[in-house]
């Protein structure tokens, strides 16, 4: 069974708000869109999202410290910043405080978007796939150990049979 592939919109603009959720949800994902930080977090608690879209201009909290928030309390969340501003000191901000994944020019067309949160969802199911692969790792690492301790000539007689090779 495929996971559930969860999206968290933020941005205070109705219009853009739904208008995002719309393209995100015809893709086949599952989302949430909000209107502010603080309900971003606030939904977060209950309803764990696998990427975070969010504006940054908005009241109160902006996206660089929302996401910078997220990256914090919930590092494996994807955060993608979206953005009508062109100013560097923004980029370099949500790179260093919130590394963000991806920096979208608001308005973005939807093919860009889709675009990146394909490419994002790659990035999730590969690291879910590589902590797999760790604890596998560990797990015959110990087996491997136990052997060695309980049956040390035949893990040595093993041990020489494989390094001969």
Same mark, same amino acid.
């Given at each position: 069974?495929?996971? %559930?592939?969860?999206?968290?919109?933020?941005?205070?603009?109705?219009?853009?708000? #739904?208008?995002? !959720?719309?393209?995100? %949800?015809?893709? @086949?994902?599952?989302?949430?869109?909000?209107? *502010?930080?603080?309900?971003?977090?606030?939904?977060?608690?209950?309803?764990?999202?696998?990427?975070?879209?969010?504006?940054?201009?908005?009241? @109160?909290? &902006?996206?660089?410290?929302?996401?910078?928030?997220? +990256?914090?309390?919930?590092?494996?969340?994807?955060?993608?910043?979206?953005? @009508?501003?062109?100013?560097?000191?923004? *980029?370099?901000?949500?790179? &260093?405080?919130?590394?963000?994944?991806?920096?979208? &020019?608001?308005?973005?067309?939807? *093919?860009?978007?889709?675009?990146?949160?394909?490419?994002?969802?790659? +990035?999730?199911?590969? %690291?879910?796939? &590589?902590?797999?692969?760790?604890?596998?790792?560990?797990?015959?690492?110990?087996?491997?150990?136990?052997?060695?301790?309980?049956?040390? %000539?035949?893990? !040595?007689?093993?041990? *020489? #049979?494989?390094?001969?090779?």
């Amino acid at each position: 069974m495929q996971q %559930e592939q969860r999206v968290l919109i933020v941005d205070d603009e109705e219009d853009a708000r #739904t208008s995002l !959720k719309r393209v995100v %949800e015809r893709a @086949g994902y599952c989302c949430t869109a909000v209107e *502010s930080g603080d309900e971003a977090l606030a939904v977060l608690k209950d309803w764990p999202a696998h990427i975070v879209i969010s504006d940054h201009d908005m009241p @109160g909290m &902006n996206g660089v410290e929302l996401l910078s928030a997220i +990256s914090t309390r919930n590092p494996g969340v994807v955060r993608i910043l979206l953005t @009508g501003r062109a100013d560097f000191e923004t *980029s370099i901000s949500a790179i &260093n405080s919130a590394h963000v994944y991806r920096y979208l &020019n608001k308005p973005c067309r939807s *093919s860009e978007l889709l675009t990146v949160l394909h490419f994002a969802w790659e +990035s999730i199911e590969m %690291e879910q796939e &590589n902590r797999r692969l760790r604890a596998l790792a560990r797990q015959q690492q110990a087996l491997l150990a136990e052997l060695q301790r309980r049956v040390p %000539e035949v893990m !040595k007689n093993v041990l *020489s #049979t494989v390094q001969s090779q």
